[in-house]
């Protein structure tokens, strides 16, 4: 990580803010270490893949023997609680149609009784609000205690129509602490 060239880049404005994608939570930590004792920007923004399901981010895979990085997981969730001033952006939120299309199976890290847990909580709020599953994931990233930008695609204007109006779904207090609560399983 070159923290003297992100801060070249912010000092002449072609940087508005410095992210990071993909990082371990200690990376981080050392990226904003080094640019604070520097006196430069620090990060602002982490960009990971985050969804309502949970993978299993313990075993090794492609990018690292020590298990699945860029993957969020409670240690960098519980980095972003104690760094209120960061954000997220959740890449693959929808898991590429993996909640509403029958032919997108979860991948096997998904395969674990945590995802079951939270699959019924996400039933019983989708039947309650009557909107899709992909809007009730939307609505639980944006609305919780976490700043969480989706970063969502679409194909259509049938799917772009779909997320927008997930701004729009308020999930209650009752919704969003089953939805919670099946996380803690």
Not at 41 to 70: K, M, N, W
Not at 75 to 96: D, K, N
Not at 119 to 144: F, P, S, Y
């Amino acid at each position: 990580m070159q923290v003297e060239t992100f801060g070249a880049h912010v000092a002449e404005g072609t940087v508005g803010l410095v992210g990071l994608s993909n990082y371990w939570s200690w990376q981080i930590e050392r990226f904003r270490t080094l640019a604070a004792a520097a006196g430069l920007p620090g990060c602002e923004v982490l960009q990971h893949h985050h969804t309502y399901f949970r993978a299993r981010t313990d075993q090794g895979g492609l990018r690292s023997r020590d298990g699945a990085i860029g993957v969020t997981d409670g240690q960098l969730l519980s980095y972003l609680r104690a760094e209120p001033g960061m954000s997220l952006v959740a890449y693959s939120p929808l898991l590429s149609g993996g909640y509403v299309r029958a032919d997108k199976p979860l991948d096997e890290s998904y395969d674990h009784a945590g995802t079951r847990a939270r699959k019924l909580a996400l039933d019983d709020v989708v039947r309650e609000t009557g909107a899709t599953a992909n809007q009730v994931v939307l609505a639980w990233l944006m609305g919780g205690e976490l700043s969480i930008i989706p970063l969502v695609g679409a194909s259509s204007v049938a799917q772009l129509d779909e997320t927008l109006a997930s701004v729009d779904l308020e999930l209650t207090a009752d919704q969003r602490y089953r939805l919670d609560a099946a996380c803690r399983n």
